[in-house]
Every structure is written in structure tokens, then in C-alpha cells.
């Protein structure tokens, strides 16, 4: 095992809960070892304080497995912390969902690693390639609770540039089963859905936005819906399963408005959408929303949902103008009485200062509004500290 020396103020830290230790805050800097070895962080007084898993490729040395009491990381291990990520999801475990986050990270002890299910088969994405030491240990217990017919493996981008990484493992591997020859389709809250579990983005679609589509969906009926980056259209699903009257995607993938138009497929086999009820924007965001400005079109529900802005910690700044100038272009086109909808998944923007930015982006186009209310993680997305916490969400009517 690996001994990594800390300040005494990250100690702290790491007794409330913080899951992490960077390189730079590692103070012994000479350390030997190799991804997936243990490192044990012992307190000023020399008392055992944590464990985790070591990755001298990584900006995060030690992801941390267990604190206060030492223990041994092995099968027994593993298999009570996967117990526990079940019973925190039995609420959401019905026929009419079949797609959800399994394992979230570090928020269901399990650092740097993510398991989504969708139908039969399970995604297993890695941030670290410190893992591989314990795939042994884990997918026989993924194949004893979850009951599935297959695991993908995925990887990050920053791991999968990393040549030891591949050499085992490849991108899209299956780990268990048989071979991925379709996109694989799955449930959400009854609506029918397909993820591409080898090439899509994240495990092969967004699971997390599932508590904000089942709302769009309730507020929908009659409704003109305008959906700005509206990606594969789960939106849109949700909003035309919910009575909505037309639904205007906006995209610049083409990829995705295509994978769109097979979800709405898949839901309505038999309805024939005119272009009254059902088009799409091949555009940039900002470009589709003043296009439709100087046509003076305006919708009763517009979906804000847009990539992270800030990807790093020095852009948070850049992030907060831009989703303020993307509210503002969206409330511009919002009816009178409608809906705007925003949500963010950037971890560096807090949840305060989203909402402001949200607000003063209404405020500055003269516009009014009433605060519907605010979202965040599902039941299956835990969060147990504070900069876990990326996805946030505020439905707002505009009253002027």
C-alpha cells in the first residue's frame, strides 16, 4: 500500500465526506506505484484516516474508498456497497422504467466509476483506469444482482488516451455476453427509447434529465413546445406523450436529430406528424433563437438544455454570461403566460448563481416571471457532496 502524506486542512475535508485528493495536494511527491494500487492516508496524529484507489496518471491521486475505519477492499467489500445502491433505487424499479443509473460514482462509493442499465444490458463507464485491478471482483457481482444479458465497458476521454489503458480493455468491450448489433431500447417512465450503448455520448444516452422530462410532459397538453438543443428528442417525446400540439426541435447535430426522429417513431408508429406538428432546426442555438425572434415567433413551453459550459473551473465566468444570453434569446420567444424551462449540467457553475444568471437573463429583456420551481439529481443520481452536484433546473412562467 501506498502512504500519501495531506495538510491537516484536507483532512478535514476528507472526514465530512470529500472524495478526493489532487496530485498537488499529495505532499510526499516521490510516491511508487501503479493505477489500481491502495494508497492509506494516515491524520497528523498517524491514526489511519482513509483508503482508496491510487492513480499516478490521474490529476486525482487517491479516490477515496473508505474513511474513519480501516477495512479490507475486497468482494465482501464491493458487494455491500452495490446492496446499498439497490435499496437507495427500489422506489424507481418498475416495468415502466428500465433505464437508470445503477452505480453513481462516488456518491454510491464507488469513485470514478458509473453503471447505467438500460433494459438487459448494462454500461460500465470508467474515469480511471485504477479500476481495472478490481474488474474481477465486480463483474461477477454486477451478474449476481442486476441479472442482465451484458456489460459494455466505456471509457472517459482523459482514460482512454492513455496507451496502458487499451491494452486490456478496449472501448465498447463487452465484458459479459453477447454482441451489441443495435441500439438498445429501453423504457423511462413508460415512453420508448433507444441508446447507443457502443459510440453515444455519455453510457449512450441522458438518464439523469428523467424527473424534468416526466414535468415537461405534465405541462405539455395543447401546448406549443419550442426544445433548444434538443439532441436524440426525449423532450419531445415526453411533450408529445404529454398532448403537446407541435414541437420545434432546435439541434446542430445531424446525427442526433436523426436519432430523434426514430425515438418519435418508436413511441407513435402510426401518426403521421405534419410539419405544423413536428419539425427540426439544423442550427446553432443562439443563431435559431433570434431567427425566430425577427419572425416573431413565439411558443407556450421553451426547453433550455444545453452541453456543459463550463468544462473547467477557470470558465465559470464565460459560463454564467452564456447561459444568461441563452435565457434572455429563449424568454424572447416564450408567450406571454408560457413556460421556460433552463437547466445546466456544469459542475462549476453553482446552483446560485445559475438561477441568477437564469433570472437576470429574464429580467433583461423586460420580460417578467413567476419561479414554478427548481430541480435537481433523480434518485438514482445521489449526491453526497457538494461539488457532485452538476444538474440543476428552473421551470419559470413568464407572467409579462
Known amino acids: 500500500m501506498i502512504k500519501i502524506k495531506i495538510s491537516k486542512a484536507l483532512e478535514g475535508k476528507i472526514r465530512k465526506g470529500y472524495p478526493w485528493i489532487f496530485?498537488?495536494?499529495?505532499?510526499?511527491?516521490?510516491?511508487e506505484g501503479k493505477s489500481g494500487d491502495l494508497g492509506v492516508v494516515?491524520?497528523?496524529k498517524n491514526r489511519f484516516l482513509?483508503?482508496?484507489?491510487?492513480?499516478?496518471?490521474?490529476?486525482?491521486r487517491l479516490r477515496v474508498l473508505q474513511v474513519?475505519?480501516?477495512?479490507?477492499?475486497?468482494?465482501?467489500?464491493?458487494?455491500?456497497?452495490?446492496i446499498q445502491a439497490l435499496k437507495l433505487r427500489e422506489s424507481i424499479l418498475n416495468e415502466d422504467t428500465t433505464g437508470y443509473r445503477l452505480i453513481n460514482g462516488e456518491n454510491d462509493g464507488f469513485p470514478g466509476l458509473v453503471l447505467d442499465r438500460y433494459e438487459s444490458t448494462i454500461v460500465l463507464k470508467l474515469y480511471t483506469s485504477a479500476w481495472v485491478s478490481?474488474?474481477?471482483?465486480?463483474?461477477?457481482?454486477?451478474?449476481?444482482?442486476?441479472?442482465?444479458?451484458?456489460?459494455?465497458?466505456?471509457?472517459?476521454?482523459?482514460?482512454?488516451?492513455?496507451p496502458e489503458t487499451t491494452k486490456k480493455y478496449k472501448e465498447g468491450q463487452i465484458l459479459f455476453g453477447e454482441k451489441v448489433e443495435l441500439p438498445i431500447r429501453f423504457k423511462e417512465n413508460g415512453v420508448k427509447f433507444e441508446a447507443d450503448v457502443i459510440l453515444g455520448q455519455k453510457t449512450g444516452f441522458y438518464l439523469d434529465q428523467r424527473d424534468n422530462r416526466e414535468q415537461v410532459r405534465s405541462l405539455s397538453n395543447g401546448k406549443s413546445i419550442l426544445n433548444v438543443f434538443s439532441y436524440t428528442g426525449a423532450f419531445t417525446v415526453y411533450a408529445f406523450s404529454g398532448g403537446a400540439c407541435s414541437v420545434l426541435e432546435v439541434d446542430s447535430n445531424s446525427f442526433a436529430l436523426a436519432a430523434s426522429k426514430k425515438n418519435l417513431r418508436l413511441n407513435f408508429k402510426s401518426r403521421k406528424f405534419s410539419l405544423e406538428e413536428f419539425s427540426q432546426m439544423k442550427a446553432n442555438?443562439?443563431?435559431?433563437?433570434?431567427?425566430?425572434?425577427r419572425n416573431s415567433q413565439k411558443f407556450d413551453l421553451v426547453i433550455l438544455d444545453p452541453p456543459a459550459f463550463a468544462k473547467r473551473k477557470k470558465q465559470k465566468a464565460t459560463a454564467l454570461k452564456a447561459y444568461m444570453r441563452l435565457v434572455?434569446?429563449?424568454?424572447?420567444v416564450t408567450k406571454k403566460g408560457g413556460i421556460l424551462f433552463a437547466a445546466s449540467c456544469s459542475v462549476h457553475v453553482e446552483a446560485a448563481n445559475f438561477y441568477k444568471a437564469v433570472f437576470s437573463g429574464i429580467l433583461s429583456t423586460g420580460r417578467k416571471y413567476e419561479e414554478i420551481n427548481r430541480t435537481g439529481h433523480g434518485k438514482d443520481h445521489p449526491i453526497k457532496f457538494s461539488e457532485g452536484e452538476y444538474l440543476k433546473g428552473v421551470f419559470c412562467k413568464i407572467t409579462l
Not at 496530485?23 to 510516491?31: E, I
Not at 434572455?328 to 424572447?332: C, T, V
Open 42 to 44: 494516515y491524520d497528523c
Open 50 to 60: 482513509a483508503i482508496g484507489l491510487y492513480d499516478p496518471e490521474s490529476d486525482i
Open 328 to 332: 434572455q434569446a429563449g424568454a424572447k
Open 134 to 162: 478490481y474488474l474481477d471482483i465486480l463483474v461477477p457481482l454486477f451478474k449476481k444482482f442486476f441479472s442482465v444479458d451484458r456489460c459494455v465497458l466505456r471509457w472517459s476521454r482523459k482514460v482512454i488516451e492513455l
Open 285 to 293: 442555438a443562439f443563431d435559431a433563437l433570434l431567427e425566430l425572434e
Open 23 to 31: 496530485y498537488y495536494q499529495v505532499q510526499n511527491k516521490h510516491l
Open 68 to 82: 474513519h475505519d480501516s477495512i479490507d477492499i475486497d468482494g465482501d467489500f464491493f458487494e455491500k456497497r452495490i
